[in-house]
């Protein structure tokens, strides 16, 4: 029986000090049906010139490089979305990473377990720039869902796996998102796929070396400098813009009528005065991870500083 065909997703900006790296680990796949697309946003260091070296030295056609929108690495991803054929399976991929050998592999069966559509993402080795581990990433204890999607990117993009069904959903709902201009790809592909009910599978095996360095889109999330950055950006009106725009791309989509619900209270929760947004909060059942993340949500709805 053919193994499951992977399309891996690589959105690429001035890679060169790192992109040799991921596509050698792309190469050493135990999982061998996969194909690789490039979408490149202009980059001048010698990025292109890299892939082209790659997709020599392996079968022809396996390697497609193309021409991204230049919007930023957010929007990248998305236009990738179009380049999945139907019956693939889809991975997204950073450009400075180095994936496990078994990365694809362990995706794939995971996502074979199951009906679709089922959103497979897993825990990462955080490392410095010269690939050296420092910690492994967050566990998430709380449920997976919708719920705590609308308020908590927690399904990594760099880890992420979708099965056909999580695909189709994606690619529908991508032009949207792109009008929106939301903020993260990731975040976004966990809220489509939760709204539609997929599965959702957080393996907490590592899956790779997630490669910290200063040109990193985004960094770590674990660290008090980190959680105390993000606790600013939620009290001060950052975090509500984000959440609007992610409103935006999900408010045209057929959702289901639970999430259609969950939809209008977190609509409430960000356009009503403060007593007013925290009851929205609350009627919605929003979560985040952590007690602490929860209550600094419940603050910054109660001070305001999610309204539009």
């Known amino acids: 029986m053919p193994q499951p065909h992977v399309v891996i997703l690589l959105a690429s900006y001035q890679g060169a000090p790192h992109l040799q790296v991921q596509l050698d680990s792309i190469a050493a796949q135990s999982h061998e049906a996969w194909s690789l697309v490039v979408s490149d946003d202009g980059s001048t260091d010698g990025t292109l010139e890299i892939v082209q070296r790659f997709a020599a030295g392996v079968a022809a056609g396996r390697v497609t490089l193309v021409e991204g929108p230049r919007r930023g690495a957010t929007q990248n991803f ?29 995706a794939v069966e995971a996502l074979a377990s199951a009906n679709g559509p089922v959103h497979y993402a897993a825990r990462t080795i955080i490392t410095d720039a010269a690939l050296r581990p420092i910690a492994g990433s ?11 999607a609308v308020v908590q990117a927690c399904m990594a993009g760099n880890t992420s796996v979708f099965d056909p069904a999580a695909v ?27 709204a539609f009910g997929a599965r959702m599978i957080h393996d907490p095996r590592p899956a790779l070396l997630y490669r910290q360095h200063p040109r990193s ?18 009290l001060a009106g950052d975090f509500g813009a984000w959440l609007q725009a992610n409103h935006a791309s999900l408010a045209p989509l057929d959702l289901p009528p639970d999430s259609r619900a969950s939809l ?39 001070s305001g500083a999610l309204r539009a």
């Not at 990738?80 to 994936?99: G, I, M, N, T, Y």
């Not at 959903?169 to 009008?179: I, T």
């Open 138 to 148: 967050r566990r998430f204890h709380r449920p997976l869902g919708f719920r705590n």
């Open 78 to 106: 998305l236009s990738l979305l179009s380049h999945v054929p139907p019956e693939s399976l889809a991975a997204f991929c950073d450009q400075d990473d180095r994936w496990h050998p078994d990365k694809l592999s362990r």
């Open 264 to 302: 209008n209270h977190l609509h409430r929760m960000l356009t009503c005065p403060g007593p007013q947004a925290l009851r929205a909060m609350r009627q919605g059942r929003f979560y985040r991870q952590t007690r602490a993340g929860t209550a600094a949500l419940a603050l910054s709805a109660l």
């Open 168 to 194: 189709q959903l994606l690619q529908q709902a991508a032009p949207h998102a792109r009008r929106a201009e939301i903020v993260a790809h990731d975040w976004w592909a966990y809220q489509v796929t939760s």
């Open 217 to 234: 889109e985004v960094g770590r999330n674990d660290t008090l400098p980190a959680l105390t950055a993000r606790l600013r950006k939620l």
